[in-house]
């Protein structure tokens, strides 16, 4: 997989904010039969945590948000092609380390997770802090991982 980069909303070239949409929206609107408004005012603020391949398609994505003692990883994905073969782990493992260096200050990293996605976070060490609820018609949690 290819090095990830990490940018804030203004650094942000416009192909890239294209293809972050693209993929997003390919993903949690069209692929889960979603609709919401995926594009949202929290990417102003947030720091973008992406992959693209050689023709600049984005094929990891995360979002990082500062809410003051916790962060919040959301956006999560892997384009279609690029799964089964680990890049969810790394993108993963790339944001709570760019979480932690990008907020050093923070207590704790949050993540509204699917459910049946519940093992593969709780293999970082995110622990349920809600009961399971729907949001968008998808089962979701909350889940923390507490930062010493």
Avoid: W
Wanted: one cysteine or more.
């Amino acid at each position: 997989m290819p090095d990830f980069q990490q940018k804030c909303f203004a650094q942000l070239t416009t192909t890239e904010l294209f293809e972050i949409y693209r993929v997003r929206v390919a993903v949690f609107v069209v692929e889960q039969t979603c609709a919401y408004q995926e594009v949202d005012g929290l990417d102003v603020q947030a720091q973008h945590l992406f992959t693209q391949d050689t023709a600049g398609h984005v094929t990891a994505y995360a979002r990082l948000i500062d809410e003051g003692s916790q962060v919040r990883i959301g956006r999560v994905l892997v384009a279609p092609a690029n799964r089964g073969n680990g890049s969810g782990r790394q993108l993963v493992d790339t944001a709570l380390a760019a979480a932690r260096r990008t907020y050093p200050a923070a207590t704790s990293i949050v993540i509204q997770a699917q459910a049946y996605l519940q093992k593969f976070y709780a293999s970082f060490g995110f622990q349920p802090t809600s009961d399971v609820y729907l949001d968008t018609g998808i089962p979701h949690l909350d889940m923390v991982l507490p930062l010493s």
